[in-house]
């Protein structure tokens, strides 16, 4: 496929949510659709069918979102006009997945075979390959027909090649839209742009010049009420093995023939594969797990990850730091440190790419010192782009090195608010463009290169190291960059 110019229309479409009434479809999926409407990308006859075993009818559905939905936008993008416009979009089919006889009435909601169907499973992921089957058994996978899937995709490799089998069996691998939203998130795609857009970063973009890179994705928030799935995943399967990997192939990738469908995938997947193997007493030295205690969050108490979580005896981890290695020319013996943690002192997911020093010191006679510059790209709350520089203090006197920072924020700068992830990576589903989604071989190198981690975690006596809620986590995460010389970017 050649280069495009510019995004395609996004064409009408029949877009099918299993799991309608659950948190992701009304806390994101739903808003996210609404702010499309609003700004004219969804042709008039667009539909959202929602499903899910709840008796409701076309107006209870309608009801339930018009009184949901203004929650989870901001009162500026509410208009009562559009929101009476979308509302008249929804309907519902009540729709148990184990069911055979409730999928009928789906089918009769989808009459136009033409028409570009999105299949969008907000639902656990032991029930893909039922839906799937489902769906080609009552007829309704067309030529025209995309599958979304949540993560997590399985829980470790056996089950994400389950899923992907039983999927596969009945979609293309091009109608298959795995999500990972932070490639939805702005500042990921600016990262694209930066690197490929710009020409003064690739000369240095190696491991002549880079000293190490970070990856931090840091919540303030616990659990909250996704206990019940999380204590089977942990921060690992939970973020680590997507979200992270993801901004780690985006960082380390070569660059493509240009930035396309295929060609972004195919450079991520050489990344996954040539992460360095953390097995046996290495994941020990290489990978710390943590889970938070009792402790104070901006001020307030609040409880430990086990209360959260109504698990006891869980040793579940809800922080992970690790230190990882592409084994490949560019980035020979550059450490990539990446961490991520629930109940953290604040919200903040960066990446930062740490140049090395001068080799040698030019103002002997200079008060201050010349730190190593360091290229900060904030992903979260603030969206934007800080280059470290050492610059000269002005005055008469002698050489005064100072620390400088060239600043960009995305909100002052364009004067406008990102789009939400999920209002991208929709719009990319309509339109048939997998580009932002990974890929079938993407997931399973991702779990492949994780797996011996769990396995060594799985001995009875690993536990993960505790560490009070509202604290950058276990001092040990601050030993693994420590003893290399280096400290993470706070
Ligand atoms: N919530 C989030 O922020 C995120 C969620 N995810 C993933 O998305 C998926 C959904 O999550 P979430 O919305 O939080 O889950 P919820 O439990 O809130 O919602 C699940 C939805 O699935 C429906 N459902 C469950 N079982 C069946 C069934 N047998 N037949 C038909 N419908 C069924 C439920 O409706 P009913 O019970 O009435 O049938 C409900 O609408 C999960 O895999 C989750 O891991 C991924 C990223 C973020
Ligand atoms: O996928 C997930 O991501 C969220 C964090 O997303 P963010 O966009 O707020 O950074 C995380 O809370 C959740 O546990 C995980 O499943």
Redesign the pocket.
């Known amino acids: 496929m050649s280069p495009s110019h510019g995004p395609s229309p996004v064409p009408a479409a029949d877009i099918v949510v299993?799991?309608?009434?659950?948190?992701?479809?009304?806390?994101?999926l739903l808003p996210a659709l609404y702010l499309r409407d609003r700004d004219g990308q969804l042709p008039p006859t667009t539909r959202i069918v929602a499903?899910?075993?709840?008796g409701l009818d076309e107006d209870g559905y309608r009801d339930k979102i018009r009184g949901d939905l203004p929650a989870f936008v901001r009162p500026e993008e509410l208009d009562d006009a559009v929101l009476t416009r979308f509302i008249a979009r929804l309907t519902h089919v009540s729709?148990?997945?184990?069911d055979d006889d409730s999928w009928p009435a789906l089918a009769r909601e989808l009459p136009d075979a033409e028409k570009v169907r999105v299949f969008y499973?907000?639902?656990?992921?032991s029930?893909f390959g039922t839906v799937s089957e489902q769906l080609d058994r009552h007829g309704m996978v067309t030529p025209q027909s995309r599958l979304v899937l949540?993560?997590?995709l399985g829980h470790d490799l056996a089950s994400a090649l389950a899923i992907n089998d039983a999927v596969g069996a009945v979609f293309e691998e091009q109608q298959i839209f795995r999500?990972d939203?932070y490639l939805g998130k702005e500042s990921v795609q600016n990262l694209l742009v930066t690197r490929f857009a710009n020409t003064f970063l690739e000369p240095l973009w190696n491991a002549t010049s880079v000293d190490h890179v970070q990856i931090t994705a840091a919540e303030s928030l616990g659990v909250g009420s996704?206990g019940g799935?999380y204590d089977g995943s942990g921060a690992l399967r939970d973020m680590v093995q997507n979200h992270l990997l993801q901004l780690l192939c985006l960082v380390a990738m070569e660059p493509p023939t240009y930035v396309g469908r295929e060609t972004v995938r195919d450079e991520k997947l050489k990344v996954l594969q040539a992460l360095k193997p953390i097995t046996g007493t290495d994941v020990d030295d290489h990978v710390v797990a943590g889970q938070y205690q009792a402790g104070l969050a901006q001020g307030a108490a609040v409880a430990s990850y086990r209360e959260d979580a109504e698990r006891p005896g869980s040793v579940t981890e809800t922080f992970v730091a690790i230190k990882a290695e592409v084994q490949n020319w560019r980035w020979a013996g550059v450490p990539f440190y990446l961490r991520t943690g629930k109940r953290m002192e604040e919200r903040c997911s960066e990446i930062v790419i740490q140049f090395r020093s001068v080799p040698h010191p030019m103002f002997p006679d200079a008060e201050g010192t010349s730190e190593p510059n360091r290229l900060v790209i904030q992903l979260q709350p603030e969206e934007g782009m800080k280059l470290h520089l050492t610059a000269k203090e002005p005055g008469p006197g002698g050489i005064r090195l100072r620390p400088v920072s060239l600043d960009l924020n995305y909100a002052q700068t364009f004067q406008k608010h990102s789009p939400e992830a999920y209002e991208r990576l929709l719009m990319d589903v309509v339109r048939g463009n997998p580009t932002l989604f990974m890929r079938r071989d993407e997931v399973e190198a991702a779990w492949r290169w994780i797996e011996p981690i769990h396995e060594r975690w799985a001995r009875p006596e690993h536990a993960p190291r505790r560490y009070p809620a509202g604290t950058s986590g276990p001092f040990a995460a601050t030993t693994l960059i420590e003893r290399d010389g280096r400290s993470w970017h706070e």
């Open positions: 299993f799991g309608g009434t659950g948190d992701l479809a009304v806390r994101k499903t899910s075993r709840a729709l148990d997945i184990a499973l907000a639902i656990a992921p029930l949540e993560k997590p999500i939203h996704r799935y």
